[in-house]
């Protein structure tokens, strides 16, 4: 019996070791035309263009939707294109009177930008239920034919209704998907945004509000089903069809920045029939909503969604096969960026998107070849390759020998070190209670930190996390940056010498301190020791911990003490909400290739505490403020060039930041993969992937061959054991009921 147990597990153990391997696809899958990437995020919030603004949404509604416009994907500086519009419009400007002004009016004179924006004739939606008619052309699945209790049965994805339908998009639904930002019945991350600048939103939400109200009057709150609110019925007077393919947007003002919006799923396409189909009875408990299953015109359509495991997504068969682009540098040709000039996009029929939660084993399986790319929503997952390179000789020949593909640039983004210019401490007080020289000791005490923090250094012990030091808050590439010439520098921190910016001496820093009152780091009046906290927005992790020590040895350098007081996000929320917070850590991504997308930044009417807004500094400077409104209104040029030179040399002085670093922007691939151009400003770059297969199914064979000793070993074992058993049955057969063994056998 023991030796019989013994043989099963012996077996049982050569079958896994025969069958382990870490590939996590079907047979033949890597043959398929199907890019495999993976999400460290977990699954997309929202994919609902109008509750969208995460970045782990935007692998998916970029791919699904398509915006009036969208970027170049290979010209830089970014140049806007038009995708769902016909082209690139530019604004036409009335007076208060409506009578229509030059293109070059004075913006004071700007009452009104209105955009005329063509809508591309002949582009369909994705088929979807939404869309399919009977044989009177009626609606089957909603309107005309509502579905009744019951009828809905197994059916979880749109794929499972029988019948199908599509339509051309047009300018009324552009107008409806405006309009949806004014509704209740989902999150809005901009509507306050977009009501700020399109005429009459403000209003017209105050309306939905309403109406929606007296709709649900006497429903149970708590239900998941909520009647179709059917915004066609009340007008918007922003937003406009005067004909089937044109769309009309008025904008309060001049905002030259709004094109930039209409390159934003915000602004994308939705159909009212969508909405209708979705709201019906039983649709939310099943998981059917535009949240989950999307419909749009781009290349790709969800055929697959399993939370926080795996999205698929498939070519759109209705979309129309753009062109891929031909315009670049010599670089992207250099590249073979430009190799696939003219032929129909997407190249790629299915992405398979699966969730992986550690590092190691996704690193381990994009290096086995089972990952295209490793991470397709980020724009730093190169870095950490790269890091690892310059670590080590062996792993280099490694990636080098697998022929991983690199890409590296800046980004548009940027992280920094502020402060509350709310607190007495650091900044200008909260309620005008500093006198003007305490203001100004309090500047010298900013100063004297953002000399002693060391960028420079940060980047080389940090190197996953580098970048370029800035200067200043708008990172290269965007217009307005002086990002690496001598105009640029800041002069508190830097002098330029030998043709590029040198941190200035701690010694500078301990001068400004001494002015600033605290002399080695003590208070000159009290003798006590000055100790600011500092307030960050995650627990220590061992992953953070080394970065948060890291600055508090900065502020060591100069004999300032910082109490670490590290918190869950939303706890630091609510001590920004409050005020209540000294010095903390911040990022921000850019929306748009823009100045005014940093500037606003430090606007004090963007401030966290008072106005909730994005200025977490608190930053409140009159004259900044009086140049950030006159810089937005204007198209890039001299003037506005000369305004933003203005802003930054004040930032610079007041050093309401430390300013920081411009992030790398670095991706890694697959040598199969081609086009892959990673950047924050693209996310629809799906449609331009190319995958080799045959290069990646030699790969994968060449880099996961069955290791066979271990089961030589195995049979080696199994027949030692053999040998061990029949030698004891023999020894079991000759001996007798006193344990004598016979000497014959068989006796």
Known sequence: MGLRRLLAILLACGTLLAACN???????????????????????????????????????????????????????PFRLVPKSAAEVVQPHYVDKDGQPLADDAPAALVAESIYDVPIRRGILYQPHPAFALDAQGRHRYHSEHPMQPGELGARRTPLDFEHQGTREPVAEDFVYALKRHATTRVTTPIFSTFAEYVVGLEAYGRLVK?????????????????????????????????????????????????????QMTFTAPIPWEADAFYAQPGMAAAGLSLDRWPVGTGPYMMAESV??????????????????????????????????????????????????????????????????????????????????????????????????????????????????????????????????????RNRKLRQAISIAIDWEEYSKIFPRRAGITAMGPIPPGIFGSREGTPAGVDPVTHVWKDGRAVRRP??????????????????????????????FYAQPTPELKPEIDWVVRQF???????????TDNNQFQDKVRKGRYQVFWLGW?????????????????????????????????????????????LDDG????????????????????TMGFFPYASGVSQHWVHNYRPTIMI???????????????????????????????????????????VRSWRRRERTNARGQVSARAGH
Request: with cysteine.
């Open 683 to 725: 996310r629809d770059q799906g449609r331009y992937l190319r995958l080799d297969r045959r290069a990646r199914v030699a790969a994968l064979a060449a880099w996961n061959r069955p290791v066979w000793w271990p089961m030589g070993l195995l049979a080696l074992a199994v027949l030692a054991l053999l040998a061990y058993g």
């Open 22 to 76: 870490n590939n996590p696809w079907p047979d033949g899958a890597p043959a398929t035309d199907t890019l495999f990437t993976a999400m460290t995020g977990g699954s997309p919030r929202h994919l609902d263009p109008t509750a969208s603004y995460w970045s782990n949404d935007t692998p998916f509604t970029y791919q699904i939707y398509e915006p009036p416009y969208g970027y170049h994907y290979l010209e830089r």
């Open 210 to 262: 309403a109406e929606d109200a007296k709709l649900r009057a006497g429903l149970d709150p708590a239900s998941l089903d909520k009647p179709f609110l059917d915004l066609r019925r009340w007008p918007l007077a922003g937003a406009s069809a005067p004909d089937k393919h044109l769309l009309r947007i008025r904008i309060k003002g001049k905002y030259p920045q709004w094109k930039y919006w209409m």
């Open 556 to 566: 060591a350098k100069i004999d300032i003490q910082l109490e670490v007081r590290a």
């Open 589 to 633: 991504l850019a929306d748009y290739p823009d100045a005014e997308n940093f500037l606003f930044l430090l606007y004090s009417k963007t401030g966290k505490t008072k106005y909730d807004g994005e200025n977490t500094a608190n930053y409140d400077n009159p004259e900044y403020d009086r140049l950030f409104l006159e810089m937005k209104t």
């Open 506 to 535: 701690i010694a500078d820093a301990r001068r400004l301190l001494a002015e600033a009152g605290y002399p080695d780091g003590r208070d000159a009046k009290t003798g006590r020791p000055l100790v600011l906290n500092y307030d």
């Open 307 to 440: 939370q926080d495991r795996r999205h698929v997504m498939v070519r759109n068969p209705n979309y129309r096969r753009e062109p891929y682009p031909c315009e670049g540098t010599a670089d992207d040709r250099q590249a073979g960026l430009l190799a696939d000039c003219g032929k129909p996009t997407p190249f790629v029929e299915r992405m398979v998107f699966t969730v992986e939660r550690e590092a190691v084993p996704l690193r381990n399986k994009f290096l086995q070849g089972y990952y295209d790319i490793p991470v397709f929503e980020r724009t730093d997952s190169g870095m950490s390759y790269l890091v690892a390179m310059q670590d080590s000789e062996e792993v280099r020949r490694e990636y080098t020998d697998k022929g991983l593909r690199f890409t590296k640039g800046t980004d548009s983004g940027s992280y920094f070190i502020g402060f509350n210019m709310l607190d007495p401490t650091l900044g200008d007080g909260a309620g005008g209670e500093l006198s003007a020289e305490q203001r100004v």
């Open 638 to 657: 001299p003037a506005k060039q000369a305004l933003i030179d203005k802003m930054v040399h004040l930032v610079q002085e007041d050093a309401p930041w």
